[in-house]
């Protein structure tokens, strides 16, 4: 991209307002507050696009209720998180006050909440479930328990999510004395990590919005902003076109060399490296995408160089990632190129310091990852971040980032990866 392009006058960036009137200088930029930001180019893109209803969670239910019976599984337990709103609709905090949802192999599932919040808890719930109450001076594990008991599954094999507290399985493990806990993850994740044309639907658009707010936020900044200010167009923009922004990382100059970025300030000069590491939420479900380019649209010759090659790193762990093959030979197709190159060995720098990519859903980083050592065969709904990156410390870092998902032909991209360092939005 070229200097006119990032280059446009801070008035038409805050709707009017000069930049003094806004507290900002070149020197010691101010943080852009979003009041300031004038998004009235933008519109929705996602007034269109489909909610999980209620048949999707049905199958979700049955499709768990078959992988307990396949791995001896009673019931699982679920804390408020993605996982609870993934199966019920139910859409809550963790306190020390338990609400949690119990799936049994067979059944309608069961919600236990404190009965003060059973009219809150029951507004979200998007399936046919018992709601079951405690009162303050009683236990929530015991009532867990007693479900159990209720249901003959006292004595089997119960399933607790990853991310259930430690109180509440240890609770759960006194309330049923003769259950096994055992973790739920055959069941949870053997569930969550196949997406269906639904949830691939929700995360196209989310991406769409992504790629949109890069396109509108590029041709906005200038030079010495912050990436704090860049960070608050991006936000601006998403929200503007429909998604509800979930992260907006921005790298400045040698801040690019590490991954998650520096606590220095930053500002963007000319000739130096723009990491935008973004994305957003449409409907529970998530955008990652990630541009690397060089400010001004003049790039030496080595951003020129290790631009390409991650280009061409992205394309390697595309190329690998096939039906049945083990996730982590993905991430061992890219350091076999990389290493071709003399990066590394491994995580050693310069080179690729971080897994080549992550699995994404409803959460930002879901299992699995792609990266050496794993071995579950990759699927049809399987959906990953592609970001083989490469940084220089102490100078610049560069990483490109694309999601793509399964299809029974193979890797899909969300978003086209671009193919030119000065064509990073194209």
């Known amino acids: 991209m070229t200097m006119p392009d990032f280059a446009l006058d801070r008035r038409r960036l805050l709707g009017g307002a000069t930049m003094a009137a806004a507290g900002l200088s070149l020197g010691a930029p101010a943080l852009l507050h979003a009041a300031e930001i004038d998004t009235a180019d933008l519109s929705s893109l996602t007034t269109k696009v489909a909610p999980i209803g209620r048949d999707e969670r049905n199958a979700r239910i049955a499709r768990a209720q078959a992988l307990m019976a396949a791995n001896d599984i009673a019931a699982i337990v679920v804390e408020p998180g993605a996982s609870l709103v993934y199966f019920t609709g139910i859409r809550w905090w963790r306190s020390e006050r338990l609400t949690a949802a119990v799936i049994p192999a067979s059944g309608d599932p069961v919600i236990v909440t404190p009965f003060f919040e059973r009219p809150s808890v029951a507004e979200s719930l998007g399936i046919a479930a018992d709601i079951r109450t405690w009162n303050e001076d009683e236990s929530p594990t015991q009532l867990i328990g007693d479900v159990l008991t209720e249901r003959g599954l006292d004595r089997g094999r119960i399933g607790i999510e990853e991310t259930v507290r430690f109180f509440a399985a ?24 196949r997406k269906t044309p639904a949830e691939i639907a929700l995360m196209q658009a989310a991406t769409d919005v992504t790629l949109a707010a890069y396109r509108w936020t590029a041709q906005r ?23 509800s922004p979930e992260f907006s990382l921005i790298l400045l ?73 083990p996730a982590g030979s993905v991430d061992d197709a890219v350091r076999r190129y990389y290493e071709s190159l003399g990066y590394g060995p491994r995580y050693a720098l310069p080179g ?12 930002g980083h879901e299992p699995v990852n792609l990266v050496h050592g794993e071995t579950t065969p990759l699927d049809i709904g399987m959906c990953f971040s592609n970001e083989p990156g490469l940084y220089f410390p102490g100078r610049f870092g560069i990483r490109l980032e694309d999601c793509f998902h399964m299809t029974a032909a193979g890797p899909k991209w969300f978003s086209t990866p671009p193919k030119d360092i000065l064509a990073p939005f194209a």
């Open 170 to 193: 240890d609770g759960l493990a006194q309330a049923l004395p003769k259950a096994s806990l055992v973790a739920a993850a055959p069941v949870v994740r053997g569930v969550r990590m």
């Open 221 to 243: 900044i200038a030079e010495g902003m912050s990436n704090h200010d860049v960070a608050a167009l991006m936000n601006a923009a998403t929200r503007a076109l429909g998604g």
């Open 253 to 325: 100059g040698e801040a690019s060399a590490y991954p998650h970025g520096s606590g220095q300030p930053q500002v963007v000069r000319k000739g130096e490296v723009v990491l935008m590491d973004c994305g957003c939420t449409v409907e529970d479900y998530q955008s990652d995408v990630s541009r690397s380019f060089v400010f001004g649209g003049d790039p030496s010759a080595q951003q020129r160089k290790v631009w390409n090659e991650v280009a061409k790193g992205q394309q390697v762990a595309l190329a690998a990632a096939r039906l049945g093959a």
């Open 352 to 363: 690729l310091s971080h897994r080549t990519g992550h699995g994404i859903g409803m959460e």
